[in-house]
């Protein structure tokens, strides 16, 4: 009997503590693209590079947040690895041309 509570006890605090990290990454996702807007029409008014360059890896960011919470679905976490993978590749790849990029500058 216990041990049952125990259980349910365990299973609350997982539901709760999932639910809170979903409510923080959708204000990481919120955050990372004003964070963009604001980088990049800055930069675009101030004709810097930095801030642009800064504002795209705002984007990049929201695009890794997003990836995060599509792979958490309700259906189970096997339902998306492969779009998934497919996403991460592409982030790490925009990620790695942006590192190539900013040795250029």
């Not at 958490?72 to 096997?78: A, H, I």
Request: with cysteine; net charge positive.
């Amino acid at each position: 009997m216990n041990t049952t509570r125990t259980e349910s006890a365990v299973s609350i605090r997982r539901e709760h503590l999932h639910r809170r990290g979903v409510r923080l990454e959708w204000f990481t996702v919120s955050w990372n693209v004003i964070e963009a807007i604001v980088a990049i029409g800055a930069g675009l008014i101030a004709g810097s590079t930095a801030l642009i360059a800064f504002g795209v890896d705002s984007l990049i960011e929201v695009i890794s947040a997003v990836v995060l919470l599509w792979r958490r679905p309700q259906t189970g976490p096997n339902a998306t690895l492969r779009s998934t993978a497919m996403l991460s590749g592409v982030r790490s790849t925009l990620c790695q041309r942006r590192s190539f990029c900013s040795l250029l500058l």
